[in-house]
């Protein structure tokens, strides 16, 4: 390697940073989405029962849904939380691994599913 | 430095980009026959494609010293209408003998499907027969683990296939290694934003070393810059590889890959003239 960890590390510090803090920030428009989207739904249904008292958020699935908290059930969501705890391991190999996660699955069997003929 | 777009989508870009791209230093380019965006109604189309990558394109980048190369084949995207794809194939032989001409591609799978599939292994039968080199299209995103490996088994159960005739595109972190390991050439392709950066490429390249690997730019009609190859050579020297390290892949790598076609030598031999 040309450059030493302390070298890459300082170079590439800014980087590191800018692109984690990108996350953040998708991650916290997740959240004020979904927040708002609660509280909207809270409000409509006080409107409709008048009984003043918000609905839990995990009380149907449909509540749920309306009130945005299902995107943190939303694979894709799963797929970025399970990507952070790669991240943050302390095994090598992480850009790869990464890519697996968020890749589609290999089934070797494929050819004879296809029913493609063999050479 | 002198280096050579080994994939590149010309007929995207405008004379201006030529001009852009012989300042940088490039030499020569090879351009695959892609999608255009929308599938084309009729064989004729594709004629017309043919026409402009083996006439057209190659006159354009003469104007600025640059050597034009091309591939052909009908693309995946629009490989889910066999029987266009099937009229396709049967016209290509026309053009394999223009000068420019190196051999099918870019062939590959977009969605892994089993039409893409059978599609795939119509035009690679074609280059058996004509005894043409050929270059691979990995699927982008999800899809490019799983399609990659479909690739790489279809090519490696056909005993006619030598895989150092055979450039692998698009590879990333997790599908360069058994490209390179099954003896194949692999490409890195390049794109400002969602793929692979010059910044990866680079650790690719410290990664795997280089043998067999070479770095592209795409620069297609979408978002993508076509002086990529120029960023990857100064973040290769900015981070203190030594010259011989960065011409091996911009240059000496895809030149000693074209080589194998007769057509190519020529070329090149008047370019180091
Ligand atoms: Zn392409």
Not at chain 2, 29 to 39: H, N, R
Not at chain 2, 121 to 134: C, R
Not at chain 2, 209 to 215: I, K, N, P, S, V
Request: proline letters at 6%.
């Amino acid at each position: 390697m040309v450059r030493s960890p302390q070298q890459i590390l300082q170079n590439d510090y800014l980087i590191a940073r800018a692109k984690i803090i990108e996350v953040a920030a998708v991650l916290d428009r997740i959240d004020r989405a979904a927040a708002s989207s609660a509280e909207a739904h809270a409000k409509q249904s006080t409107l409709n029962t008048g009984s003043g008292v918000p609905p839990r958020s995990d009380a149907s699935p449909e509540a749920s849904a309306s009130s945005g908290n299902a995107v943190y059930s939303d694979p894709s969501y799963q797929k970025i939380q399970n990507a952070i705890a790669i991240l943050s391991d302390r095994l090598p190999d992480k850009t790869r691994r990464i890519q697996e996660l968020l890749s589609r699955p290999y089934t070797p069997d494929w050819m004879q599913q296809f029913q493609l003929p063999a050479n | 430095m002198d280096y050579i777009d080994p994939h590149i989508h010309m007929v995207s870009r405008t004379t201006d980009d030529y001009e852009t791209l012989a300042k940088m230093g490039c030499v020569a380019m090879s351009e695959p026959a892609f999608w255009a965006g929308f599938d084309r109604g009729s064989v004729e189309s594709f004629r017309d494609y043919f026409r402009q990558l083996t006439d057209f394109e190659p006159k354009r980048a003469a104007q600025y010293g640059i050597r034009h190369y091309t591939w052909l084949c009908i693309n995946a995207k629009e490989a889910e209408n066999v029987s266009l794809s099937r009229e396709v194939i049967a016209m290509i032989p026309e053009f394999l003998d223009a000068p420019n001409v190196l051999g099918i591609g870019e062939i590959g799978l977009n969605k892994n499907t089993r039409n893409e599939a059978t599609i795939f292994l119509e035009h690679v039968e074609l280059a058996v027969k004509y005894n043409q080199q050929i270059l691979i299209h990995t699927p982008h995103l999800e899809d490019k683990y799983q399609g990659t490996r479909m690739i790489l088994d279809m090519l490696t159960q056909d005993s006619r296939i030598d895989p150092s005739r055979v450039l692998v595109d698009h590879v990333e972190e997790h599908t360069i290694r058994e490209v390179l390991d099954r003896g194949f050439w692999a490409g890195m392709t390049m794109y400002p934003i969602s793929k692979c950066t010059p910044q990866r490429a680079a650790d690719m390249i410290e990664t795997y070393g280089t043998e067999r690997l070479m770095a592209n730019s795409a620069g297609d009609w979408g978002p993508s810059k076509p002086t990529a190859i120029p960023d990857l050579i100064l973040e290769l020297k900015q981070r203190g590889h030594p010259r011989a390290l960065i011409e091996k892949i911009v240059y000496q790598n895809p030149n000693q890959f074209f080589q194998q076609s007769q057509k190519w030598k020529s070329i090149v031999d008047e370019v180091n003239r």
